[in-house]
């Protein structure tokens, strides 16, 4: 995938350990550099009349910065480089401005966490950072059944719609199979009434649910023309969202990718609805890729 910089924002909580895992497996697969960063957000201080009195004295910035390193170095290896740091500031922003100043390739998160880093909760930290960062977003599910680890090779899940938008994502999933030499699905959901068996349609319905299965299955096939390694290809009907967790679940896979849209000022307001239920919902962790991600 070309990882040179990961970073890992942590609130030293269960959910972050379950991040911070993911992204030094990543770390150590790629042989990237892992930053692993605490914020601390000041503006959620209250009772101070002074705005300037809203930063951490030196002693605190010295003690949790101890603490965080203690806290990697119960569960880091020396496969990987890791620099650990605490910054203060509204929670977004810090993460975005040291995306920005370390050149980082990819975040790796939690979607939930304990109150007082701004919790990361879906729609919160995780859905802002989303809508803004130019770089992929791994996303790891505080209920995730499996995480991403070191050397493994568990099945990797890939939504598309065919869409120049979805590409990215595509291109980002076979890398990282390739470099794991994981197995890939590539699936692509045709959206459909939930619970409607094909038995029981109409003969002209079942016609236009057919040629719209054939449809995308060219589709898939055109896709990975030409690859030396080829996925699995699976159409489903139904829900995308739904039927993607589905899948990932049935086929116990380790990891999922989908696209997001661009960064626009009305195209990221909010994060597609397919990608938000796979983020919010997947039995695994989720790389939610870019459009404009290259």
């Not at 990932?248 to 397919?274: F, K, N, P, W, Y």
């Amino acid at each position: 995938m070309g990882l040179a910089r990961i970073l890992c924002p942590v609130d030293m909580s269960e959910p972050s350990r379950r991040a911070f895992d993911c992204a030094r497996a990543l770390a150590e697969d790629q042989q990237a550099e892992l930053i692993v960063l605490h914020v601390v957000d000041t503006t959620l201080w209250t009772g101070l009349a002074v705005d300037a009195m809203r930063s951490l004295s030196d002693a605190r910035r010295n003690a949790l910065s101890d603490e965080l390193e203690w806290w990697v170095a119960r569960r880091a290896g020396d496969a990987v480089p890791i620099r650990t740091e605490v910054r203060e500031g509204p929670v977004r922003a810090v993460i975005l401005d040291a995306v920005s100043e370390l050149s980082i390739d990819l975040i790796v998160m939690a979607t939930h966490g304990r109150s007082g880093f701004e919790r990361f909760v879906l729609g919160s930290v995780t859905e802002k950072v989303l809508r803004r960062v130019p770089c992929p977003v791994l996303t790891v599910p505080s209920h995730a059944e499996a995480i991403v680890r070191p050397g493994g090779r568990g099945r990797i899940v890939c939504a598309t719609d065919g869409s120049e938008l979805s590409k990215p994502a595509l291109a980002r999933a076979r890398a990282l199979a390739e470099s794991r030499r994981a197995p890939l699905s590539v699936i692509s959901v045709v959206a459909w009434p939930e619970g409607e068996s094909p038995s029981s349609l109409p003969e002209q319905v079942l016609n236009v649910r057919r040629r719209l299965e054939e449809q995308a299955a060219v589709m898939l096939a055109q896709l990975v023309e030409g690859w030396e390694s080829r996925p699995d290809l699976v159409v489903r009907f139904g829900k995308p969202g739904r039927q993607i967790v589905a899948y990932a679940a049935q086929v116990q896979a380790e990891l999922i990718v989908v696209g997001v849209s661009g960064r626009g000022a009305l195209d990221r307001m909010l994060l597609g609805a397919t990608a938000h239920e796979v983020v919010r919902d997947a039995p695994c962790p989720v790389l939610c890729v870019p459009a404009d991600a290259g």
